[in-house]
């Protein structure tokens, strides 16, 4: 009886270890995944998550970044980011859609999020706002 109870606590004590490890890294995942997107802590971020099947992405919200891009130069931090290809950004982000963009500011909090196609005034003012 004693050594079902020692195996049974072995057992409990062998799945609270699995457990602490498997945070530990879904922690330091996350912490990588942040860190990636976050490059520029002098300046805002603006991700835009595309899609190389989706239409809008190409015809409509590429050219609008594009164009904020080219004015605002080295003032913001442009992260064009495959939805599909690094879909564990996207799901960090929690993005559903494309296209969708997303504005960080330095200290690294999403301060504005678009889902579908966001026109180039929007986008200046939350690039603005994350100053």
């Known amino acids: 009886m004693a050594e079902r109870f020692f195996i049974l606590l072995a057992a409990l004590a062998l799945a609270a270890v699995g457990v602490v490890l498997w945070q530990s890294v879904r922690r330091w995942q996350a912490s990588r995944i942040v860190a990636e997107a976050d490059a520029a802590p002098d300046r805002p971020t ?3 998550f595309w899609s190389d099947t989706c239409a809008p992405c190409r015809f409509q919200q590429a050219p609008i970044i594009e164009t904020v891009q080219a004015e605002w130069g080295d ?19 929690g993005v559903l859609s494309v296209p969708t963009t997303i504005v960080i500011n330095q200290q690294g909090h999403v301060v504005a999020r678009n889902t579908g196609v966001a026109p180039a005034a929007k986008l200046r003012q939350q690039v603005s706002a994350a100053r």
């Not at 003032?75 to 982000?93: E, I, M, N, T, W």
């Open 46 to 48: 603006l991700l835009y």
């Open 75 to 93: 003032g913001v931090h442009l992260r064009a980011v495959d939805a599909v290809a690094r879909s564990d950004l996207a799901a960090h982000y």
